[in-house]
């Protein structure tokens, strides 16, 4: 699990690369099914890394609590790996802005049909090679 700090606030992720992006989308929608009210307050993003995999095939969840985000990892399996700072600040700044915009609880599954860029600040541009 890794620890960044972010504006003055910690927040904390973990990231699991599988075999295939099948594999990958189980465990996502598991986690989903698993977390169907929200109470563990996680974001939970499937995704690839750019240049290297064709296909989404990492699960990577974050979040405020080390306790909720440690419990979400322990239900998938999946091998542990680390993410560039870039996308992990990228993948908090989409936690953000969806908790903003999406104010009441539970969880929400959000698919990219043909894929979609993370930018930065956390938005999504729609497209497998969107800049």
């Known amino acids: 699990m890794i620890e960044i700090e972010v504006a003055g606030t910690h927040w904390f992720g973990i990231s699991r690369i599988f075999a295939s992006g099948a594999q990958a989308r189980n465990a ?8 169907r009210d929200g109470r563990l307050d996680i974001g939970i993003y499937r995704h690839q890394r750019v240049g290297l995999d064709s296909e989404p095939v990492l699960v990577t969840i ?3 609590r080390p306790e909720t985000v ?7 399996e999946g091998s542990e790996v680390e993410q560039h700072p870039d996308t992990w600040l ?3 700044a989409r ?8 104010p009441q609880q539970g969880h929400h599954e ?3 049909d043909g894929g979609a860029t993370l930018t930065r600040d ?3 541009i729609r497209g497998p ?3």
């Open 129 to 131: 090679q969107a800049d």
């Open 90 to 92: 990228a993948l908090i």
């Open 122 to 124: 956390g938005r999504f």
């Open 95 to 102: 936690r953000v802005r969806f908790v903003l915009d999406n």
């Open 70 to 76: 440690e419990e979400a990892g322990k239900l998938i």
């Open 28 to 35: 996502y929608v598991a986690l989903g099914e698993y977390d």
């Open 62 to 64: 974050v979040g405020l």
């Open 110 to 112: 959000v698919f990219h």
